[in-house]
Nanobody, 129 residues
Framework: QERLAESGGGSVQAGGTLNLACAYS????????MGWFRQAPGKEREAVAA????????????VKGRFTISKQSIEGKNAEGILWLQMGSLEPDDTAVYYC??????????????????WGQGTQVTVSS
């Protein structure tokens, strides 16, 4: 059974850094594209970053140069690994619940939430000014 579990959220002052991790297991493996989304109170969920199976990435314009997405497979276990989101120069507008997600196959638009089939429970990120 596919599982996604985020960790690493917390509270930080503006300009600080946080590293989010999403442990995945099950059939979420090399053939899945994965992404990070966020949802702030009163706002719609938006894509922050995504990564294809071959390693190409997509970023929300406002986080380019500040956030980095990467995927790490656990040695010896093809169906387990960690999806990372390294966040730097954090701003109050980055405050949200962050979710990791995974999708099967290939889609043109990685930033569309409906293209993802599996979701984690989310982790809160709070940036104070």
């Amino acid at each position: 059974q596919e599982r996604l579990a985020e960790s690493g959220g917390g509270s930080v002052q503006a300009g600080g850094t946080l590293n989010l991790a999403c442990a995945y297991s099950g059939y979420i493996a090399a053939e899945y594209y994965m992404g990070w989304f966020r949802q702030a109170p009163g706002k719609e969920r938006e894509a922050v970053a995504a990564i294809r199976t071959e390693g190409t990435t997509w970023y929300l314009e406002s986080v380019k140069g500040r956030f980095t997405i990467s995927k790490q497979s656990i040695e010896g276990k093809n169906a387990e690994g960690i999806l990372w989101l390294q966040m730097g120069s954090l701003e109050p507008d980055d405050t949200a619940v962050y979710y990791c997600a995974a999708g099967r196959g290939w889609v043109r638009r990685l930033f569309v939430a409906d293209n993802y089939h599996y979701w984690g429970q989310g982790t809160q990120v709070t940036v104070s000014s």
